[in-house]
């Protein structure tokens, strides 16, 4: 085993709020909940201090569900984090290393936000939601690297 390349030095909740409804009925079934559920990502480097190897980065994420009028939903919530990460990688920031902080900065910051949506809620009426397991990961392309030019032999 060893350390990731991408440490989380620090996070910060910004914004959390959690409301019961009262008008949930357990008995019925729960729908549209997914359709109100949303998720926002942003990674950004930092100002690169010259005397440091690993490049600073912040991760911003937001979680929320917003219940329409007559739904029946237990929970309506959103949460905010901002997290400061350090990325232990020599090159000089490019698209690889931003997709690589995005997705793995972002994943470490819902685990965050899932435990604390499950924490309000446990203690809520309706009992614990564990909000589902999501991928950061985007299968597109990252552009290729060009390659220098070929030396002419003199």
Known sequence: ??????????????????TADPQFDPQKEIVGAME????ESKASPFENPKNDPAHPWSVELTVSQKVKEGQNIPYEFRIALVGVFACRNEAP????????????????LYGIAREHIRALTAAGPWGAIILPTMSFYDNKELPKKEEAPAQKAE
């Open 93 to 108: 920031v490019d698209e690889r290393e931003t997709r690589f902080v995005r997705v793995n900065g972002s994943s470490m």
């Open 1 to 18: 085993m060893k350390h990731s390349p991408l440490q989380l030095v620090r996070y910060l909740v910004t914004d959390v709020a959690c």
């Open 36 to 39: 109100q559920f949303s998720i």
